[in-house]
């Protein structure tokens, strides 16, 4: 269990909005940031702003690829829901959802759009922009989130959303990571002098090359105090969405300084109980939110979906116990589950960066990198960079880590035909791989996934 150093500094107290969650669970966890039970649930919903045609995903019961109307009824039911404390979104969609149609003016939920788009989740079909190092781009202004125009008057710079989300990805690279910093300060002095507040998505490295930190977790931390710790109060982001490495590092982070509340990012879809395990184990060790975008989107029934993320992040249930009632609700509704029980109560791989890379699941001390978008090394939220400029292999077959049989952590590990070190019992050995065999390893999986999802067999 974390460990809370509450002799931190803390940090400013957005004003309480009186029918925002997210401003009342914020204002509540500052306030004691040892004790608050308050959880932030957030659905992830701007990959259209990361895959193009892509981002909807496909409806499990006719296997076809969602509109993006189709795409935004499903916002708009999960904000009548009023289960999530945010909405994340395109300024696009934001734009219609939250000033056109008023949305959110009598809900508990907070509108947020995505404020940049770096490169490494430009991500189209046959692109190759994210296997090059990440750099800084905003296709919207924080005007035109704010009311839809460039130049507004000032009345509508309040009819939009004034929650953002601003994403660095960091690679160990002097030339490319200066430019990513310096950019993240004149967002933060912009945003400050607008009145426009911002959560910080640190996203891991997406082509760190021979630079690859040894200690991945213990990097993405330092360099978010770092970057912070030169940022005074009023410019500093209410909260923080960065992928989960396990209870050491969240633990590490949060007990040096329980201001920054931390959030984690949801990645790949994988099983039903990926997702519920990786809220649960978070939450355990220190994190204060999830934001998840392509768990929540690519699920059988995103409402029941939703509503036992909740239940799970106010401790009303375990996650195993999760994963057998939403397959119970399932059958209920007669929809037929992407997984039978048995396979959906597995602990899989997930990514961690868009295009991200991916680690066991099991809250062991070994990274689980996960994303919102969930990045390929394409994530979300609630979503492949890394893919480079080969083509997939459409004949990799999905990999499970299961605990189950055979072996254990300490079986011998041997070197399979496809290059990987592997324990006795055939389960990926992650302690065996380098850095390098661990990247490698992660886009493999995600390329996987990703031609799964294009061919209706995800």
Not at 207 to 215: M, T, W
Not at 430 to 453: E, G, H, P, T
Request: charged residues 25%.
């Amino acid at each position: 269990m974390c460990e809370c150093n509450c002799q931190s500094g803390a940090a400013v107290t957005p004003p309480v909005r009186a029918n925002r969650s997210l401003d009342q669970k914020l204002a509540t966890i500052r306030a004691n940031p040892c004790g608050a039970k308050d959880f932030i649930l957030a659905d992830a919903k701007d990959a259209d702003m990361a895959t193009g045609l892509a981002a909807t995903g496909k409806d499990p019961a006719t296997g076809k690829t969602r509109s993006l109307s189709d795409y935004r009824d499903q916002m708009r039911e999960i904000v009548k829901q009023g289960l999530v404390d945010i909405m994340l979104m395109s300024a696009s969609t934001s734009e219609l959802l939250t000033i056109s149609e008023k949305l959110f003016e009598n809900s508990r939920v907070t509108p947020a759009v995505r404020a940049n788009d770096t490169t490494d989740i430009h991500l189209p079909a046959g692109g190759t922009y994210s296997g090059e190092p990440s750099r800084p781009f905003r296709s919207a202004t924080i005007e035109q989130i704010q009311s839809g125009k460039v130049n507004p008057e000032p009345a509508e710079q309040r009819l939009g959303a004034d929650l953002g989300l601003y994403s660095i990805t960091p690679n160990n690279r002097l030339e490319f990571d200066y430019v990513t910093v310096e950019a993240y300060k004149q967002f933060r002095i912009e945003a400050e002098s607008k009145g426009f507040r911002h959560f910080l998505e640190v996203f891991d490295p997406n082509a760190c090359g021979d630079h690859c930190p040894a200690d991945l977790g213990r990097f993405i931390n330092d360099l978010i105090v770092r970057t912070l710790a030169g940022v005074p109060r009023a410019g500093r982001p209410q909260f923080l969405k960065i992928a989960y490495h396990g209870p050491r590092a969240m633990e590490e982070l949060v007990s040096y300084d329980p201001s920054l509340v931390a959030g984690i990012l949801g990645g790949s879809s994988g099983t039903t109980r990926d997702a519920f395990h990786l809220l649960e184990d978070a939450k355990k060790h220190g994190a204060r939110a999830a934001l998840f975008g392509r768990k929540i989107n690519n699920s059988e029934h995103q409402l029941t979906f939703v509503r036992f993320l909740h239940a799970i992040a106010n401790g009303q249930i375990a996650a195993e116990e999760a994963v057998k009632a939403y397959h119970g609700e399932l059958e209920k509704m007669k929809l037929k589950p992407i997984r039978p029980l048995k396979e959906d109560l597995e602990l899989t791989t997930t990514a961690s960066s868009y295009a991200g890379t991916s680690t066991p699941a099991s809250g062991a001390g070994i990274p689980d990198r996960s994303s919102s978008f969930s990045r390929p090394r394409y994530s979300g939220g609630g979503l492949g960079r890394g893919l480079g400029k080969s083509s997939v292999d459409r004949t990799i077959p999905s990999l499970t880590l299961s605990r189950s049989t055979g072996g254990g952590e300490n079986a011998p590990a041997s070197l399979k035909s496809d290059g990987f070190p592997r324990r006795a019992d055939g389960a990926p050995d992650f302690k065996a791989m380098s850095a390098a065999q661990k990247v490698a390893f992660a886009r493999q999986k995600i390329k996987s996934d990703l031609m799964k999802n294009e061919n209706g067999r995800g």
